[in-house]
């Protein structure tokens, strides 16, 4: 059967088959084909799904109480022929008012995908109610594409209740080896607090809640992004409302590797609400990103680490200003895998806090989150720069009696390096945040900065062939322990920071140190 209509066309009822693997459905349709019932279901699935390069199926759970699920049991393409499709969605439902978004029980195509563009993603949330969930996905052959999206739903706000939660990708397995352009694993954004009634914002939907595993290579840029938390809710009508925190990212194992750029970022947190004749809401926090398990089978390019934004505080008025969410951090494993080229890796920042410009206080920026874990055992074959969080300004007095906020602290870094460094090596302790402008109240204070730790802990001989620096006069600390037990253990082939700006401290616990030219402590 083919769609090949001259406008959107909508299906909204059941597509099923007799037997397992029969029929070919063709989508031949420029404005797009969008199934809101079941496409196949298990043990009756579709024979094969043709999606013409030029058009778009999106295939959506609505909110009516009917959960469905989709089902092809060859190959999804152009043209039945392996040419490159156009776009695919599977998105759980978006709530309505009063009704949940419905879930896509099961996703799974058992052939091969070839597509410009894979899209799977949760409902979003509407007032109290919760997006729809995609439950479970199983892409049985290689997948192809340019651009491959899971996505969480986003979360909302209600003036009744907590918000509605955004739907999760609870489950997504990809079997066969997956080929893209770019990868994109994102969390949903949660929602606002509420600026009416005191309620919190529903949480951003998660991806990989309960797992998220590719089995075969990897191959592309692959970017994991925690969502972003919802600003807390102004003051105006009611205490504000928290805002809902950003999705949580989790991948549970790339098994067989990953060939291409490895991004891994915090979701960025919401600012504190305004204060008014009642106390702002707090930001929601950014989404956690979690990766447990990179196999060995592939060949890393860049690879960047950072936390997530912290949220500033909120402006005081009458009442206080809520303070900022923390930014999102991240928990990954040791990276055993060399390291084709740079690594960059930043720690959390403080916020700002908010002015006191009532008689209530600014509400308190969030403070940076640090890298739970971070260590490379492999080796480097480019430059590598280690950044700790900054602390946030702090707020200004105002013109009220009322208090700036104090900013954020910033986060340390602690990080350790097995193997050789390629290129150079940059160091860079955050800053430490300025006090607020002077007022009729005490102005807030600025947050304290983080620093940097960098641990050499190889258990071979480690080279570290570019020139070290860092940001300023006396920053960073290098605690050398290698465990060789070589003839030079750590030898850096150029200078050791600068006659201007020396490293702060340099510590031997274990290994012998070859310095080929000028070192500055």
Known sequence: ??????????????LTTTTDGDGIVVINNSNGVTFNDDFGVNGKGVGSLQIR??????FKALAAGDAITFDVTGNIDADGSNGTGGTLILNGGDAASGTAGDAVTLATVT???????????????????????????????NTTVTTYNVLGGDGSTDTGATGGAGGAVATHLQTGATSATNIN???GDGGQGNDTANHNGGAGGAVGSTSNTFTGLVSGALTVTGGNGGAGGSGANAQGGIGGDGGAVTVTNLANGLTGALSLIGGNAGNGGVGDA????KGGDGGLVTITAIGAGGTLGNV????????????????????????GTIAVGN?????????MVWAGSGGAGGAGNGNGNGGAGGDGKAISTMSVSGAISSNVTLISGSGGNGGAAGSGSGSGGNGGAGAALNASIGGNIGGTLFLNDGETGSAGATGTGSAGSGGALGAVTLTLNGSAAQTITGAVTVGDDGEATIVANNTATATHDIIFSETVGTDLVALGTLTQTDGNIQFAKAVNI
């Open 185 to 187: 694993l994102t969390g």
């Open 304 to 327: 960047t680490v950072g936390a997530g934004t912290s949220g500033t505080g909120g402006n005081s008025g009458a009442a206080n200003g809520g303070a900022g969410g923390e930014g």
């Open 335 to 343: 990276i055993s895998q060399d390291i084709t080229g740079t690594l």
């Open 278 to 281: 009642n106390a702002g809401g």
């Open 1 to 14: 059967v083919t769609f090949d209509g001259g406008s959107a066309q909508t299906i909204v009822g059941n």
């Open 111 to 141: 052939g091969t995908t070839k597509l410009a563009t894979l899209t799977i993603q949760g409902g979003d949330a509407n007032q109290n109610d919760a997006g729809g969930a995609v439950t479970q996905t199983n892409f049985n052959g």
């Open 53 to 58: 390069s030029d058009s778009t199926m999106t």
